[in-house]
């Protein structure tokens, strides 16, 4: 934040135990591996994410199974493979809520068509990305390690 404050920060990881530690930090954005929010403790990251004002994108969501998971977890984003494929579960989504008489996601506030990340917010977070690579190749930035937990094995 202090190198490049005009970039988003977020977290990049496969862990939801670890990404809560980013939570403490103000404005850190979460950018996770899809299946590892498919639990309780995911569902409460991104919960907890949003009431903060965070986003919260997944990666990488290839599959119309997890292309619907992702649109009724809420998240901010979706990465994709198959853009195509996304944008017509979208559309089939949108269809059915209208069919049922509810209100889309669109009007709950959560717009299908933002979830699908285009070429150049993806340039963005790719360029923050490398940034905090080369600043901690460089020795700048120290990430703290994740705790362990040791336990002691008695001898007889």
Known sequence: MRHLPAFPITHIGFSVHYARRFLDIPGVGFNMFQKTLACRSGARLIRDAHADSRTVFVWTVNSEHWMEWSIRAGVDGVITDDPKLFLEVCDRWEDD??????????????????????????????????????????????????????RKVLHA
């Open 97 to 150: 809520v209208d069919a049922a008489g509810g209100k889309t996601p669109a009007q709950r506030g959560s717009p299908l068509r933002k979830l699908l990340w285009q070429a150049d917010l993806a340039a963005v977070y790719a360029v923050s990305t490398l940034a905090f690579v080369i600043f901690w190749m460089a020795g700048r930035f120290k990430m703290p390690p994740p705790p362990i937990k040791v």
